[in-house]
DNA sequence: ACCTGAACACCGTTCAAGT
DNA sequence: ACCTGAACACCGTTCAAGT
């Protein structure tokens, strides 16, 4: 059996890191993650994987966890720390768009925790008030993950690469102008932009009204 | 045949109304939507429901767009008209869950582009300068639909009725202090906590992010 | 302890056949 | 035009049996 074995590839025994790898591969290819596609990838049997995962939906959520990655190193401007964070989860999810629609669909699981703790440190650095604290993060948090379900979704009924605002565009063609004036409007003056720029626009736009409720200036 | 046909319902043929009405009485039911159960309950076959609807995603999306409901009429204050808004996609996903990550999951679907419209000219009416009117609303509806997945997260996991603050404490014990003192520290605060008042003082802080950068003042 | 793969209990969807 | 329901091509998950 000509089990083409590059070099330095090692045929290591069945792991959950490996099983975790294989999924994001096959996630990434596009392809939908099965068990059985995953088991006959690491030539084994389905039932195999499940000595290491616990269901589907624990491997969906390890493989999500994976892809978001681990925090950069704060700096000492609390804001633009925070405008790192959401970059970094924004270019995950771009990267790996079913990681977005994962991140979108999870509450109170590690991944989104740390966002959320990652986030919040930063509002307490800032200097928001005890009380608005929760809010504040909150409201960044639920940003994030609300994109990272639409980028998601985006990726799932177009092509990729195509932009929102491209996509916005088309649907306001199909639209009525007279019940959706206001996307007519904002579709036409949408010519040049970036997904990735939008997105800490809005990022901005909070940390504007965070801002705005210091106890002292700035 | 004793079909128990209660007074004043008729028997009517199967139609599109009829399958959606069946399909979210079957999801706010806590149930699965499946094509086989939907057709018992229609007492017909699957293969009917194709004739009205084009597939599972269909039907979920229609769903999801009858429970959203339409548009209340606008106030003559934009920004209560956007809490407005706000806090009635908030009451239809709290009342329906699934509705929520169906949002969550749906981009430049009618019913997205429906909230998107409606935030977008009261963004407008706010007198939000044309350049930035794209950044306000999508804030907003981003916002907005990263609530409704993380609403919708909950329901399935937790008991119904379960608030957010108590599941981030419940969380909060089974996490590493030192990795999560954020988190903890909030977690703690939080002893009265309302999820529809914390979602609504979300919205006020970008909208007042959004006010602060209005060209005159308010 | 870990792996195998057949088997179980489902799915969404199609389609020939009916009315 | 609309409905029926068997059939197709899958799923996730389990579990007896192996090593």
Same mark, same amino acid.
């Given at each position: 059996m000509a089990t083409r074995a590059r070099p330095g590839e090692r045929e290591d025994a069945?792991?959950?890191?490996r099983?975790?790898?294989?999924?994001?591969?096959?996630?990434?290819?596009?392809?939908?993650?099965?068990?059985?596609?995953?088991?006959?990838?690491l030539r084994?049997?389905? &039932?195999?994987?499940?000595?290491?995962?616990?269901?589907? &939906? *624990?491997?969906?959520?390890?493989?999500?966890?994976?892809?978001?990655?681990?925090?950069?190193?704060?700096?000492?401007?609390?804001?633009?720390?925070?405008?790192?964070?959401?970059?970094?989860?924004?270019?995950?999810?771009?990267?790996?768009?079913?990681?977005?629609?994962?991140?979108?669909?999870? +509450?109170?699981?590690?991944?989104?925790?740390?966002? !959320?703790?990652?986030?919040?440190?930063?509002?307490?650095?800032?200097?928001?008030? *005890?009380?608005?604290? !929760?809010?504040?993060?909150?409201?960044?948090?639920?940003?994030?993950?609300?994109?990272?379900?639409?980028?998601?979704?985006?990726?799932?009924?177009?092509?990729?690469?195509?932009?929102?605002?491209?996509?916005?565009?088309?649907?306001?063609?199909?639209?009525?102008?007279?019940?959706?004036? !206001?996307?007519?409007?904002?579709?036409?003056?949408?010519?040049?932009?970036?997904?990735?720029?939008?997105?800490?626009?809005?990022?901005?736009?909070?940390?504007? &009204?965070?801002? +705005?409720?210091?106890?002292?200036?700035?």
């Open positions: 069945l792991s959950r890191a099983i975790v790898e294989a999924a994001i591969e096959m996630l990434d290819g596009g392809n939908e993650l099965t068990f059985r596609a995953l088991a006959a990838q084994t049997g389905p &039932g195999a994987i499940y000595w290491h995962v616990a269901n589907k &939906g *624990e491997l969906l959520a390890a493989a999500a966890d994976a892809v978001i990655g681990e925090p950069q190193p704060v700096t000492d401007d609390p804001a633009l720390t925070i405008r790192t964070a959401a970059l970094e989860v924004f270019d995950a999810i771009d990267a790996h768009p079913w990681a977005g629609e994962q991140l979108a669909r999870l +509450s109170s699981q590690p991944t989104v925790l740390r966002i !959320f703790e990652r986030i919040g440190r930063q509002v307490q650095a800032l200097g928001v008030a *005890e009380a608005e604290q !929760f809010t504040a993060a909150s409201a960044l948090l639920n940003y994030v993950l609300g994109v990272a379900g639409q980028h998601a979704a985006q990726a799932r009924s177009v092509e990729p690469g195509t932009r929102r605002s491209d996509v916005l565009r088309a649907a306001s063609t199909n639209l009525d102008p007279d019940r959706f004036p !206001f996307i007519r409007d904002v579709a036409g003056q949408l010519r040049e932009h970036d997904d990735r720029v939008q997105f800490l626009a809005g990022i901005d736009l909070i940390l504007e &009204g965070i801002r +705005s409720r210091l106890p002292d200036g700035r």
